[in-house]
């Protein structure tokens, strides 16, 4: 009787658990998109919210908050430096993009740089590659509507590509030596996936329209040192610390119930990337319980579905915050290129599996 009690009660325990689980992911998946409030002050909600569902779920410690602390500085830093430099720099990199332009269409440029940048940020972060991509695209003074759906594309390519090695997602070092796997684990596991997934992710760049709204030799408006060297920086570093809070928080569910899942739910359910940052939804969840096929179905998901949103991925929020795109601007374009995405991915997937 007490045995049949005890078991009652810890089911009812893990509904709620549940039930929590799910109202904070509607939360962070809804409350950008639907309420204006948070959608202009993000940063501060996705704090809030990580806090309170780590506290909620008892995960609210030194180490997580040590984590909080610290796992946030190296992005941020890259924001601030690379920021600063583009902004003295300015004035010659117009110089040097008029010239690259009377040689290639914007669209041309836009593409290739989002494929090189893709590829690259598996080494110099894809913060980086980020910050040089939405510079060169802001140079551009296209229409607005063009500026976002290149970035957003960009994003998306810029995400598969930091696939390829730890130094691409932050956290990523931690999964892989829980694994006991080298630093090209990652490579053998996605590389064909990541091969062909930058240049697609890029594809509809090249369909843009890239007239300009205003003459190129129009010099454009800096931004203040204030916004560059406190403001953006500082957003960035909240906002991944409310990262760090939430994943830790949802970290119970996520190690109890994951490894039992089929790697083509697996694969769908790591959707949830958009809305929690895949570089720390991956630190919870893969370990060595999971096969190859896991592992590779997980990350793939985390990979795509990270550009669907500005949550998603650290390279959006970036990007997002430099050039002013909202979270409902972000959605109208990531939400379906993702998807489509997704179902592209998941197809192969399934065909590796067929025939094996």
């Known amino acids: 009787m007490i045995a049949r009690t005890l078991h009652c009660c810890i ?3 893990e509904m709620m658990t549940l039930i929590l689980t799910s109202l904070t992911i509607l939360a962070v998946l809804l409350g950008p998109i639907l309420v204006k409030p948070i959608e202009r002050n993000v940063e501060l909600f996705f704090l809030l919210i990580g806090v309170l569902t780590a506290c909620v779920m008892r995960q609210f410690d030194a180490t997580l908050v040590r984590a909080a602390l610290t796992e946030p500085l190296s992005f941020t830093v890259a924001v601030l430096v690379f ?15 008029r010239r690259v332009i009377r040689l290639l269409d914007p669209r041309i440029l836009c ?6 940048l893709g590829f690259l940020a598996a080494f110099i972060t894809p913060v980086v590659s980020a910050l040089v991509f939405v510079e060169a695209v802001s140079l551009l003074r296209c229409e607005r509507w063009a500026e976002i759906a290149a970035t957003v594309f960009a ?4 995400g598969f590509g930091a696939g390829l090695t730890p130094l691409g997602m932050p956290g990523i070092a931690v999964v892989l030596r829980s694994l ?5 684990y990652l490579t053998h596991l996605l590389g064909p996936f990541v091969v062909v997934g930058v240049p697609l992710a890029a594809v509809p760049i090249l369909f843009l329209p890239f007239a300009s709204s205003e003459p190129l030799d129009t010099a ?19 906002f991944i610390a409310g990262l760090v809070a939430l994943s830790g928080g949802l970290r119970p569910v996520v190690d109890a119930y994951i490894h039992r899942l089929p790697e083509g739910l697996l694969f769908w359910m790591n959707t949830l990337s958009a809305v929690v940052n895949n570089s720390t939804l991956a630190a919870v969840e893969i370990s060595p319980s999971l096969s190859m096929n896991q592992q590779r179905a997980a990350f793939l998901g985390l990979l795509i579905s990270g550009g669907a949103l500005v949550t998603g991925n650290i390279p959006n929020i970036v990007a997002a915050s430099r050039l ?7 959605a109208k374009i990531g939400l379906g290129t993702g998807v489509l995405l997704l179902i592209l991915c998941f197809a192969v997937l399934r065909s590796m599996a067929f025939f094996q």
């Open 220 to 238: 454009e408006a800096k931004d203040s040192w204030r916004i560059v060297l406190l403001i953006r920086p500082g957003k960035v570093y909240v």
């Open 111 to 116: 593409f290739c740089l989002a494929i090189v």
């Open 11 to 13: 089911s009812c325990g």
């Open 83 to 97: 920021g600063a430099t583009f902004r003295l720099l300015r004035d010659y990199l117009d110089q040097v993009l």
């Open 155 to 158: 994003c998306f390519a810029i």
């Open 324 to 330: 002013g795109i909202t979270s409902r601007e972000w």
């Open 180 to 184: 006991h796997a080298d630093f090209w």
